[in-house]
T-cell receptor, first 118, second 112 residues
Framework: GAVVSQHPSRVICKSGTSVKIECRSLDFQATTMFWYRQFPKQSLMLMATSNEGSKATYEQGVEKDKFLINHASLTLSTLTVTSAHPEDSSFYIC??????????????FGPGTRLTVL | QKEVEQDPGPLSVPEGAIVSLNCTYSNSAFQYFMWYRQYSRKGPELLMYTYSSGNKEDGRFTAQVDKSSKYISLFIRDSQPSDSATYLCAMTGKAAGNKLTFGGGTRVLVKP
């Protein structure tokens, strides 16, 4: 149980293009999903909290117009990196909170998406 | 000072040894404590979840929480080469906004 998938696992794009990353909870409903960014040999940095049916909450310093988040259903959240630039190259990881779980506030993570912007 | 401190390692141990990992934290609002394992270029995998002070055991893993000292530990018995990974502590709580705060991660290498 508590499986989270991400698609694609790896994407290479040209500078200036937009990239969409999907995050799905496969066997549970997730009213809340999170998007993280991780640079090599560093820990996860929370970018935003995605709530089903409402606007995402962004962490300080994260541009909401650049990182568009949509959480249209209880099992799907998407992150769109708009007009990507080489400095956006990173490992993007989503997580989902299982509101039915007895483990309060536990997040289950997806396998991550490696974005490379040329 | 970071909210959660974790030695980055690397921690190198021979196969079969006990791996000892720990984190210290400063925010008293943290109520829930987790340990995640992350292999290279993969997402973190939940290993242990604890709520109160004390010990919790699951197979070869033992998690300890000492809220009075703001100190948590993870022990891995009979370590295997497949345990080689980065281990991240994480914690959260309602008064902390229900967001996970991670330690920086400790890289562990178990040598056969």
């Amino acid at each position: 149980g508590a499986v989270v998938s991400q698609h694609p696992s790896r994407v290479i794009c040209k500078s200036g293009t937009s990239v969409k990353i999907e995050c799905r909870s496969l066997d549970f409903q997730a009213t809340t999903m999170f998007w993280y960014r991780q640079f090599p040999k560093q820990s996860l940095m929370l970018m935003a909290t995605s709530n089903e049916g409402s606007k995402a909450t962004y962490e300080q310093g994260v541009e909401k117009d650049k990182f568009l988040i949509n959480h249209a259903s209880l099992t799907l959240s998407t992150l769109t990196v708009t007009s990507a630039h080489p400095e956006d190259s990173s490992f993007y990881i989503c997580s989902a909170r299982d509101w039915n779980s007895d483990k309060t506030d536990t997040q289950y993570f997806g396998p991550g998406t490696r974005l490379t912007v040329l | 000072q970071k909210e959660v401190e974790q030695d980055p390692g690397p921690l190198s141990v021979p196969e079969g040894a006990i791996v000892s990992l720990n984190c210290t934290y400063s925010n008293s609002a943290f109520q829930y404590f987790m340990w995640y394992r992350q292999y290279s270029r993969k997402g973190p995998e939940l290993l242990m979840y604890t709520y109160s002070s004390g010990n919790k055991e699951d197979g070869r893993f033992t998690a300890q929480v000492d809220k009075s000292s703001k100190y948590i530990s993870l022990f891995i018995r009979d370590s295997q080469p497949s345990d080689s990974a980065t281990y991240l502590c994480a914690m959260t709580g309602k008064a902390a906004g229900n967001k996970l705060t991670f330690g920086g991660g400790t890289r562990v290498l178990v040598k056969p």
